[in-house]
């Protein structure tokens, strides 16, 4: 089982659309989680951190499930300029971060 | 600039040759971080910097990867005798220190090895 993993979609939703990705992870003893978002043939750019009692930026909500280990992304109100491969990352309290591959995103007029 | 510099932007060179790649990380990040990304792929870790140290290289591919970081700051990665299958993102990214930390990526370096 890899150490962190997501969908990789595409999920394609209509404009104004909600959607949720998750991303799973493994080790139990990870400590701080984050999302970023990666437009095609550019750098990964951070999104939100994601906090034990959940948070919330404009549009965009993250939420962190330590029982079953996953974190997810809920996008309200979609963009045309939302669609993009939103990737986790996760750390197990050490100098590593796990990176999940990505879920792609499209939105459509 | 503000953020992670990495340069240059895109490298294209032959077979065998040398490629030297370089981060200037955000001003007062300690830690450092190289990583690489073939097309469509995740970010495959190659190497972590704390200062100057290298802690942790088992991410590099071969011992044709090299790579160092003087005064704390900018850092270069060294690609010897490159190979075809070499050719990709390689991203740098930096942060303060600290587990709950997120990093701050720079632009890439997309290589191309003919």
């Known amino acids: 089982r890899k150490e962190v993993e997501q969908d990789p979609g595409p999920f394609n939703v209509p404009e104004g659309a909600t959607v949720a990705f998750n991303c799973t992870y493994s080790n139990s003893a990870s400590q701080s989680f984050f999302w970023y978002r990666q437009d095609c043939r550019k750098e990964p750019k951070l999104l939100m951190s994601?906090?034990?009692s959940g948070n919330e930026d404009g549009r965009f909500t993250a939420q962190l499930n330590r029982a079953s280990q996953y974190i997810s992304l809920l996008i309200r109100d979609s963009k045309l300029s939302d669609s993009a491969t939103y990737l986790c990352?996760?750390?197990?309290?050490?100098?590593?971060?796990?990176f999940g591959t990505g879920t792609r995103l499209k939105v459509l007029a | 600039g503000a953020g992670v510099s990495q340069s240059p932007s895109n490298k294209v060179t032959e077979k065998g040759k040398d490629v030297e790649l370089r981060c200037d990380p955000i001003s007062g990040h300690t830690a450092l971080y190289w990583y690489r990304q073939s097309l469509g792929q995740g970010l495959e870790f190659l190497i972590y910097?704390?200062?100057?140290?290298?802690?942790?290289k088992s991410g590099l591919p071969s011992d044709r990867f090299s790579a160092e970081r003087t005064g704390g700051s900018v850092s270069t990665l060294t690609i010897q005798r490159t190979q075809q299958e070499d050719s990709a993102v390689y991203l740098c990214?930096?942060?303060?220190?600290?587990?709950?930390?997120?990093?701050?990526f720079g632009d890439g370096t997309r290589l191309s090895i003919l």
């Open positions: 990214a930096s942060s303060h220190p600290g587990r709950n930390q997120p990093q701050h």
């Open positions: 910097f704390q200062g100057n140290s290298a802690p942790d």
């Open positions: 990352a996760v750390n197990s309290g050490t100098y590593k971060y796990i």
């Open positions: 994601v906090y034990s």
